[in-house]
């Protein structure tokens, strides 16, 4: 079986090799009728896509069900989190959601060691927990050892920067 650092330079090199785009979509709370919507303009134009949970959703298990999308966890860090009050209260709450995940993108992109420490001890491998403003960096081994998957557009970012804030 390869090694993280093996499949890391794996990554790398398909990479060098080609372009490839990820979609991600953070589902932060929405309404079951509004996760729907977002998840029939993916599935209409054949667009694979990885949902990160915020909370419990009958729509997106029937998804994951059927093999439609790809899951992460969406822990929410931030004081008064619905979540819980303590990291490993938050991260519990979200393995509650997907026992099995290994990817996370934190809301707010919140970051730390403590956090990280905690989502490891839990099995996490990789993170996509880093918002550059259109600056495209390759996958990279964290400090860590979880694989980053940076993200280089978000819609939050743009509105603010480019819309006037």
Same mark, same amino acid.
């Given at each position: 079986?390869?090694?993280?650092?093996?499949?890391?330079?794996?990554?790398?090199?398909?990479?060098?090799?080609?372009?490839?785009?990820?979609?991600?979509?953070?589902?932060?709370?929405?309404?079951?009728?509004?996760?729907?919507?977002?998840?029939?303009?993916?599935?209409?134009?054949?667009?694979?896509?990885?949902?990160?949970?915020?909370?419990?959703?009958?729509?997106?298990?029937?998804?994951?069900?059927?093999?439609?999308?790809?899951?992460?966890?969406?822990?929410?860090?931030?004081?008064?989190?619905?979540?819980?009050?303590?990291? $490993?209260?938050? =991260?519990?709450?979200?393995?509650?959601?997907?026992?099995?995940?290994?990817?996370?993108?934190?809301?707010?992109?919140?970051?730390?060691?403590?956090?990280?420490?905690?989502?490891?001890?839990?099995?996490?491998?990789?993170?996509?927990?880093?918002?550059?403003?259109?600056?495209?960096?390759?996958?990279?081994?964290?400090?860590? $050892? =979880?694989?980053?998957?940076?993200?280089?557009?978000?819609?939050?970012?743009?509105?603010?920067?480019?819309?006037?804030?």
């Amino acid at each position: 079986m390869k090694s993280l650092l093996e499949k890391l330079d794996s990554a790398r090199e398909a990479l060098s090799r080609e372009s490839l785009v990820c979609l991600t979509m953070d589902i932060d709370w929405a309404s079951e009728y509004a996760i729907s919507e977002a998840l029939d303009v993916f599935e209409q134009r054949h667009l694979p896509v990885t949902v990160f949970l915020t909370h419990k959703s009958a729509v997106i298990d029937e998804a994951r069900s059927k093999g439609k999308i790809k899951c992460g966890i969406h822990p929410n860090f931030m004081p008064d989190s619905s979540q819980g009050s303590t990291y $490993q209260e938050v =991260t519990d709450f979200c393995f509650d959601l997907l026992p099995n995940a290994r990817l996370f993108r934190s809301h707010r992109y919140y970051d730390g060691n403590d956090p990280m420490e905690v989502l490891t001890k839990h099995g996490i491998v990789c993170e996509s927990n880093i918002c550059t403003l259109m600056d495209i960096l390759p996958p990279f081994l964290h400090r860590s $050892q =979880t694989v980053s998957f940076p993200i280089f557009w978000e819609d939050g970012a743009y509105l603010y920067n480019y819309r006037g804030g």
